[in-house]
């Protein structure tokens, strides 16, 4: 039996006023499914992840969480929705007068209305999930842009998300931080049972973790591709999916 779809995105088109940056963009992401949004630099990867979380309005089109159009949704309902989400961008957007501690507490004291000690238990326990046991007093510029990475992304797990976005989230990483942030990546969808959304363009990561991915092709402005990238490089439905996924010009015989 196939896994419902949590997110449908309908005819989705999105522009900066009449210049087109995608047009007529149509896939859903299932329950539970690591689904990343590849494509070259400039397509509209980020873009599309902005429409997804309600940060840009659609030129045309709809996007739909489970059987609400959370397009046409008023700002009340938006906001219930927007609580199952966790979301981090590539630079962490950790703010940098507050301890890592302090950080990752902002979301739950904003959100919640739970005492001062359950949200300092819950704190270190995320932090503790990524691997930051110990640094809950460090500023983000005492500690490294990996560490930083995975603060953010304690930030981002604070109210145990239902959905996860994911911003280029190996960006400025080494390949070692970058295998490793990927690994826990995989950990925190098993145990937190999230589906997510991830915006990249590195290969490795691509390939390891997506259980599908969509191509945003800048040369007709649409999606050209969905499935598993390994498939697609086995059977390349266009060149410039082949290209993408091998960085190579030269499609083998």
Not at 126 to 139: I, N, W
Not at 160 to 185: T, V
Request: net charge negative.
């Amino acid at each position: 039996m196939s896994k419902e779809a949590l997110i449908r995105v309908e005819n989705l088109t999105m522009a900066y006023g009449d210049f087109v940056v995608m047009r007529d963009l149509n896939f859903d992401v299932k329950q539970g499914e690591v689904m990343v949004i590849m494509g070259g630099s400039g397509c509209g990867k980020s873009t599309l992840l902005r429409h997804l979380i309600g940060l840009q309005e659609p030129a045309k089109g709809e996007i739909y969480y489970g059987d609400t159009n959370y397009t046409q949704s008023d700002p009340d309902r938006r906001q219930k929705i927007n609580r199952r989400f966790g979301v981090t961008f590539q630079q962490g957007a950790l703010w940098s007068s507050m301890t890592l501690e302090e950080n990752v507490a902002f979301t739950l004291e904003e959100y919640t209305n739970l005492p001062p000690e359950e949200i300092q238990s819950l704190v270190r326990s995320k932090l503790s999930l990524v691997g930051l046991r110990g640094f809950e007093q460090y500023y983000p510029a005492e500690i490294s842009g990996g560490m930083r990475k995975r603060a953010g992304l304690a930030r981002a797990i604070a109210l145990d998300p239902d959905i996860l976005f994911f911003d280029e989230p190996s960006a400025g990483l080494d390949p070692l931080s970058s295998k490793r942030l990927d690994q826990l990546i995989m950990e925190l969808r098993d145990s937190l049972g999230a589906t997510i959304v991830i915006v990249t363009h590195e290969l490795e990561s691509i390939f390891d973790i997506s259980d599908r991915a969509i191509f945003l092709d800048t040369s007709v402005r649409t999606i050209t591709a969905i499935g598993h990238p390994k498939a697609m490089l086995k059977d390349p439905p266009n060149e410039n999916v082949y290209r993408f996924l091998s960085r190579d010009a030269t499609k083998p015989a």
